[in-house]
T-cell receptor, first 113, second 115 residues
Framework: GENVEQHPSTLSVQEGDSAVIKCTYSDSASNYFPWYKQELGKRPQLIIDIRSNVGEKKDQRIAVTLNKTAKHFSLHITETQPEDSAVYFCAARDGGSQGNLIFGKGTKLSVKP | ETGVTQTPRHLVMGMTNKKSLKCEQHLGHNAMYWYKQSAKKPLELMFVYSLEERVENNSVPSRFSPECPNSSHLFLHLHTLQPEDSALYLC??????????????FGEGSRLTVL
């Protein structure tokens, strides 16, 4: 089955700096890679996703890149703001079974004003 | 009310108690899930229901018993739990297209503490 590794587990940046979170996956059949943001005490919510037929996707200050050969994908947040502080989870769709999402352990991002 | 709602939000129970968690989705989705969220661990998929039939059980102990009476409601029945079962239990729903999972919409979670 799929296994997803996520790094770093914690990340602290100054407001305005960029933040990068990296994930690797094991199942070469995986074809869908979403990122979820979970603010303190709130539910995880999808912020961006990428499918295996593209290498990069951007939405305002956030972008995701995918390297299928190396089986890794990354989340990039530019011009960080205090409201970006949250736990970010990457996930990969399991290439087998029902195509369920397998999550990484999460990265706690702190943006200091 | 729209989205995915879970009750109760907080639950404290003894190891001999029997309790249930409830989840309701108002999104017209055809799949529902239970995830367990523990500190410093990935979100762990526990159960998947597609069209009210359980399609996956990731080797969850029998002290957790799911029930999906219809496509909008999902329960997690709890009995004789252990302290290590203390965690945030998240319900989610999605629109399942063939064998692919669409975007997951999560509830706020039920924070469970087992004494």
């Amino acid at each position: 089955g799929e296994n997803v590794e996520q790094h770093p587990s914690t990340l602290s940046v100054q407001e305005g700096d960029s933040a990068v979170i990296k994930c690797t996956y094991s199942d070469s059949a995986s074809n869908y890679f979403p990122w979820y943001k979970q603010e303190l005490g709130k539910r995880p919510q999808l912020i961006i996703d990428i499918r295996s037929n593209v290498g990069e996707k951007k939405d305002q200050r956030i972008a995701v890149t995918l390297n299928k050969t190396a089986k890794h994908f990354s989340l990039h947040i530019t011009e960080t703001q205090p409201e970006d502080s949250a736990v970010y989870f990457c996930a990969a769709r399991d290439g087998g079974s029902q195509g369920n999402l397998i999550f990484g352990k999460g990265t706690k991002l702190s943006v200091k004003p | 009310e729209t989205g995915v709602t879970q009750t109760p939000r907080h639950l404290v129970m003894g190891m001999t108690n029997k309790k249930s968690l409830k989840c309701e989705q108002h999104l017209g989705h055809n799949a529902m899930y239970w995830y367990k969220q523990s500190a410093k661990k990935p979100l762990e998929l526990m159960f998947v229901y597609s069209l009210e039939e359980r399609v996956e059980n990731n080797s969850v102990p029998s002290r957790f018993s799911p029930e999906c009476p219809n496509s909008s409601h999902l329960f997690l029945h709890l009995h004789t739990l252990q302290p290590e079962d203390s965690a945030l239990y998240l319900c989610a729903s999605s629109h399942l297209q063939g064998f692919n999972t669409g975007e997951l919409f999560f509830g706020e979670g039920s924070r469970l503490t087992v004494l």
